[in-house]
């Protein structure tokens, strides 16, 4: 299959996109919820992807390794920072023990990708480790966040730690087990669907999704296990 130029969307085009975004927005506002945070997220994703992609460009051709592992700790911290901001009370508390977390749940399983299942050269290449290091960092600060909401309310009823814990991992997996599910037969995931419009079979695009599914799943979970196990000790002094 030949390599064809991705259509490109005029910014006209792209502007249309506001109308449903707007939509969802009435919604919040007549059901009376929180529609500031609702558009300060829009806004805020506007100005970042704006912003890295003018970056992107520098970032992905560097040959430095300084470079590539820079940009990964900003997004670590950032990821960290986020993945509590349903916990706000605690933040500051749990931050350094949600970036323990990140790193090694998310670091051993996009090194062991990079060392033992792509083979680069350099091992470090950012075209490789900058995009599936941010999918990695995504799903895992999203597990973190789902485990916590479920984990402060389920010791509140008087849970033990142990039993709150399993339901919070389990609860916090469940939206990356559905996607394990529906990926293929529901959705095709956004790597897979890039790769197919830039013109790559379809059977070697699969294979790279194989990839990213199972490092989603295992970083994701790892990193939830660690800081479910980690935070333990500091949440019950916080609760009692």
Not at 53 to 66: D, P
Not at 100 to 118: D, E, N, P
Request: hydrophobic share 55%; with cysteine; aromatic share 8%.
């Amino acid at each position: 299959m030949g390599h064809e130029m991705i259509e490109i969307i005029p910014l006209t085009n792209l502007l249309l996109m506001l109308i449903p975004t707007v939509f969802v927005l009435i919604i919040y506002i007549k059901w009376q919820l929180d529609a500031k945070e609702a558009s300060y997220s829009i806004a805020r994703m506007l100005i970042q992807l704006t912003m890295i992609g003018y970056l992107l460009g520098f970032i992905l051709n560097a040959e430095s390794g300084w470079v590539v592992f820079g940009t990964l700790s900003i997004m670590l911290f950032a990821s960290a920072w986020i993945a509590l901001r349903t916990v706000k009370k605690v933040r500051t508390q749990l931050l350094g023990l949600a970036l323990v977390s990140i790193l090694v749940g998310s670091g051993s399983v996009l090194l062991f990708i990079m060392l033992a299942v792509l083979n680069l050269d350099p091992w470090y290449d950012s075209r490789y480790m900058i995009p599936l290091g941010g999918m990695i960092l995504a799903n895992s600060m999203n597990c973190i966040s789902l485990s916590m909401d479920r984990l402060l309310p389920e010791l509140e009823n008087g849970l033990s730690y142990e039993a709150a814990r399993n339901k919070a991992f389990q609860a916090a997996l469940i939206p990356i087990i559905n996607s394990l599910f529906a990926v293929g037969v529901v959705t095709l995931p956004g790597m897979m669907t890039g790769q197919i419009l830039s013109g790559v079979d379809p059977l070697i695009a699969i294979r790279y999704q194989i990839v990213v599914m199972c490092m989603i799943f295992s970083s994701a979970g790892i990193t939830t296990a660690c800081f479910l196990f980690l935070s333990k000790r500091k949440i019950n002094h916080l609760q009692n």
